[in-house]
């Protein structure tokens, strides 16, 4: 039987993609907003009702990836209480709202691999989207939390911090922007959705017990610890 694997924000652009890729690995997918689906992530009573309706489908879920995000980029001085808000509930709530309807069952069953897609502008923070670098960065205190308070489940949580990947608003950016972008990248290209599905899900599979509450870095040398 097939493992099961939530997947948020499979809507468009990286999402749809690694809900693909996890198809076509044999997985079973099921999305939280996407793929008909239109949950909103920061609703919490939404979310706690569509992950009921998944575990009655399904019997049980191996993997849960947090993948959904949303940006509305400002200077702090300018962005609205409304921006920052908005960009928080979707990139930090959302996950936990995820997670608190998720972990109590993967705690009954003793097992789950949870990853979170975090950014490198959480790492180093942006000029102009600090709401979005904020949240990213709180979502990598969270995996830690919930890394330390699941371990003895049989339960690891994990980060990857992406860097500029080639799908979706890198694509959108102007030529200029994105040929500037990277010349600062020292592997000298954006990374691929196929990159980081398979760091996703390496990390999900059965066999990585052992590594829970990191953070991997998945950004062609743009940002070194």
């Known amino acids: 039987m097939a493992d099961t694997v939530i997947i948020t924000g499979t809507t468009r652009g990286l ?10 690995s044999g997985w079973h997918v099921q999305s939280i907003h996407g793929d008909g689906d239109m949950t909103d992530v920061t609703d919490h009573a939404q979310v706690m009702s569509r992950v009921a309706e998944i575990y009655a489908n399904c019997g049980n879920v191996q993997a849960l990836v ?31 709202n995820v997670l608190s309807a998720v972990l ?23 000029i102009g989207a600090g709401n979005y670098a904020s949240a990213k960065a709180g ?58 599905f398979h760091t996703v899900q390496f990390l999900c599979d059965k066999r990585q017990g052992y590594i829970t509450g990191t953070t991997i870095d998945l950004n062609g040398g743009y940002y070194t610890r």
């Not at 999402?15 to 076509?24: M, S």
């Not at 949870?114 to 923070?125: D, E």
């Not at 980060?159 to 200029?176: K, S, Y």
Request: proline share 5%; glycine share 12%.
């Open 15 to 24: 999402g749809e993609i690694l809900a693909q890729r996890f198809r076509n």
């Open 66 to 96: 947090n993948c959904a995000g949303s940006f509305q980029d400002g200077v702090i001085h300018r962005l609205t209480p409304e921006s920052w808000g908005s960009v928080i509930a979707t990139n930090l709530t959302g996950p936990f």
């Open 104 to 126: 109590p069952r993967m705690r009954t069953a003793k097992y789950g691999r949870i990853v979170n897609l975090s950014s490198v502008q959480g790492q180093v923070g942006v």
């Open 139 to 196: 979502l990598v205190g969270l995996t830690k939390s919930v890394a330390l308070e699941s371990a003895k489940f049989d339960i690891t949580c994990n980060a990857v911090a992406l860097g500029f990947i080639d799908v979706g608003m890198f694509r959108r950016l102007p030529a200029e922007l994105r040929d500037g972008i990277i010349s600062r990248i020292p592997k000298g290209r954006p990374g691929t959705a196929d990159e980081v």
